[in-house]
């Protein structure tokens, strides 16, 4: 008999503890089939970040690295010196990696580290709670902002790769989403040019996923992929930001 499907071997068989209609567990198949494809998951390094995907170093069939709160990129960097024939990436949320990590982030992509950052902008805090992130939308109400999101006092949503694609040591940039099927095989590709960037030493490179957070937003799983795409997609537009492997055709 054909084989149709099969599992990757870049996951392992622990069950994923993510919330019903969460996708991170998308994305979570999505990196582990590009590492299986591109033959690299023998020499990868994942670090795993402060957050819902705070257990990612169970799930990857692949030498993992736990981060304090938003230092994934710190940690990436000091691997891929030590080992820079390993092929490192980190797996971040927008609390981990677009507040408390900002500063590491951006310094990451400004000295251009050859480190791959899988983003996931949920627009909100997920693992503690519902709490405003720098990601929310103006308007969004969470535990923090129960009258909306107000730019007066909670300022404007930081767009990570409208911002990171002014840095020189930025290599490829681009933002996706996972709400259907067709958005998804986007999505692969777009983790695998990232990956590519960092084996053909280019530079930094990071793919921001918009991911629905069903439990926080207080919806159903699918109103939570519909709010992906008729809210969180106008403020913050799919696309690629920065592309060097294209410039090099």
Aim: net charge neutral; charged share 20%; proline share 5%.
């Amino acid at each position: 008999m054909a084989v149709v499907f099969q599992k990757t071997k870049g996951l392992t068989d622990t069950p994923f503890h993510y919330c019903p209609g969460c996708t991170h567990g998308i994305v979570h198949r999505l990196v582990a089939e590009t590492m299986e494809e591109l033959g690299v998951l023998d020499k990868a390094i994942g670090v795993a970040p402060v957050g819902c995907a705070v257990f990612a170093y169970e799930y990857f069939n692949c030498d993992m690295q736990e981060a304090a709160h938003g230092r994934a990129p710190a940690v990436a960097t000091g691997i891929k010196r030590v080992h820079p024939d390993k092929i490192v990436f980190t797996y971040q949320g927008d609390g981990d990696l677009a507040a408390i990590g900002t500063a590491e982030t951006v310094h990451a992509a400004a000295r251009g580290e050859n480190i791959t950052v899988i983003f996931i902008n949920n627009a909100i805090y997920g693992m503690t709670g519902g709490q405003m992130a720098p990601t929310s939308l103006i308007g969004q109400e969470t535990l923090t902002t129960p009258y909306g999101r107000k730019p007066e006092t909670n300022g404007y949503p930081i767009k990570m790769c409208e911002m990171l694609s002014t840095l020189e040591g930025a290599a490829y940039i681009e933002r996706v989403s996972v709400y259907d099927v067709k958005h998804v095989l986007n999505a692969k590709k777009a983790i695998k040019n990232a990956f590519k960037a960092q084996i053909n030493k280019k530079g930094f490179s990071m793919i921001e996923v918009l991911s629905s957070c069903p439990t926080n937003w207080g919806m159903s799983p699918n109103e939570a992929l519909k709010w992906t795409k008729d809210k969180m997609e106008q403020y913050y537009p799919l696309g690629v930001y920065k592309n060097t492997l294209e410039e090099e055709k």
